[in-house]
């Protein structure tokens, strides 16, 4: 109370000076009442209402926060409605590994094959792809995940060739890996899955083995949705033949990219 007793006195008791006077008197009336202003609010309790203040500030931008993340990890991580889907695809084996052998017939060569093909088809469909490997080389596993993971693919399909020493086995199966701590991950790594083999099985007619769960590395140590693709089996002479066959690795591969293309647009 001080400072008003203060202010009505100059104001009103030394307002009879000159024109000069009165532009210094209200210029420290203005100081005055800033001053004053400042120690109500420190004074009087108004700091609980700045504080309270500052927090609704803070709620703000921490609900806009979460919200915006929320819409990322939704849309970047697991059910990509990106504007520019990357496909990350893995040509398995390579270089000192070959894979299956069946007399001069290399799964890492089919494989590598297979690879370029759905790039092809999923590039037509205007996504966005990159291959681990796109030439004969050795990649070890961590390698292709490393890949995976940095360059942040919307998904991820490693390609390889069965193989059994019953030479009756046949058809296409699909594997995911079930995670209890990524539940999402592996609902959307199952669904991809789903996808893609429904259209593989309706672009070549092969046998379906179902989808799978597969503790495989490639598939377990990648952050998106991911699975792994037996294309079938090189052991079965029907299934071998065919897969020889350039026309029927294209079905195939436009099986494998009808069905990312289903995932993606799901
Ligand atoms: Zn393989």
Redesign the pocket.
Known sequence: MHCFDTLFREFFFDRVTSMQSQRNLFKRLGMRLFSLFLSLVFSLGASSWASEALPVKHAVQIVSFRKHREQRMKIGSHRPHLAHPLVILDA??GGKDP??KMGSIL??RL?LTTALLIKRALENLGYRVILTRSRDVFLPLSRRVRIANKMEGTLFASI???SAPNSDAKGVEVYYTSSPKDKERTKESKHLGNCVLHQMIDQTGMLSRGVKKGNFYVIRETAMPSILI?GGFMTNLQEFSQLKKREFLSKLAQGIASGVDKYLKS
Do not use: C, L, S, T
């Open positions: 398995g084996h894979g299956v799964e890492k494989a390889h060739y069965n037996e």
